[in-house]
């Protein structure tokens, strides 16, 4: 049985809530047989669900730490037409899984801690872009301190993003780390005359930084595979 809970603000004020910078303009279209450029279609369900499993390992400290992890979430919302704009409305977001699980050796005694179930890391829905003929969906995971175990070092945890879009310095963005796939989460624009599309996305990812603490150096090397699918039901 799946183990979730709502996110966000209460459905009553849910779908009222525009998410900042989700209108697009999108170029003038032919009109379909129903006279618009999409066809009879009134609305469209968004669903994104996106799945990841994980592992990461800091060194450094008085012991080395290693952890693993799963997380699935899923998050729903509205692509409404506006004119030649359209409007994406937030209504719920939930986690489905979340397990994490690290383990220390300090002198020989292995320790173990899991992450408690809250607080989860949250699946946000940063904006959708239209980019020519595609439309790209451009969300992120936030993640937990790590590591679990006491030590003077904390970093996020890195969970998936789509990188299309991602503010960061040349050659350190999230994109830049993928080495199967791609992070891009795009689907075309003739998919909205479609009655159910879906659209399935996969990567990996794995990066090791350097982290200087009270004189000392601690290597965190975190990795994850990602899955998504976007689909959409039009009313």
Not at 26 to 47: M, N, Y
Not at 95 to 120: F, I, M, N, Q, Y
Not at 209 to 229: E, L, N, S
Request: glycine share 10%; aromatic share 10%.
């Amino acid at each position: 049985m799946e183990k979730g809970f709502l996110r966000g603000l209460p459905a009553a004020f849910a779908a009222a809530i525009l998410l900042a910078g989700l209108s697009l303009c999108f170029p003038p279209a032919e009109a379909g047989p129903g006279g618009s450029p999409f066809g009879d279609s009134a609305w469209w369900e968004v669903r994104l669900l996106v799945t990841a499993e994980g592992e990461y390992a800091v060194r450094g400290g008085r012991s080395p730490v290693s952890g693993e992890y799963a997380c699935r979430a899923r998050w729903e919302g509205r692509l409404e037409p506006d004119g030649d704009d359209f409007l994406l409305i937030h209504v719920k977001t939930e986690v489905l899984d979340w397990r994490l699980r690290e383990t220390s050796d300090p002198a020989g005694r292995e320790s173990v801690l899991e992450a408690p179930a809250a607080p989860a890391p949250e699946l946000r829905m940063r904006y959708v872009l239209k980019d020519g003929r595609e439309i790209e969906f451009v969300f992120e995971i936030g993640g937990i301190p790590i590591p679990l175990h006491k030590s003077v070092l904390a970093v996020d945890l890195e969970l998936p993003r789509s990188s299309g879009r991602t503010a960061g310095p040349p050659g350190q963005g999230y994109g830049d780390f993928v080495c199967r796939g791609s992070s891009r989460v795009v689907i075309p624009e003739s998919d909205l005359l479609e009655r159910a599309p879906q659209r399935n996305f996969s990567w990996d990812w794995r990066r090791e930084k350097r982290y200087f603490r009270q004189g000392r150096a601690f290597f965190v090397t975190q990795g994850h595979t990602a899955k998504t699918a976007v689909s959409l039901i039009a009313h």
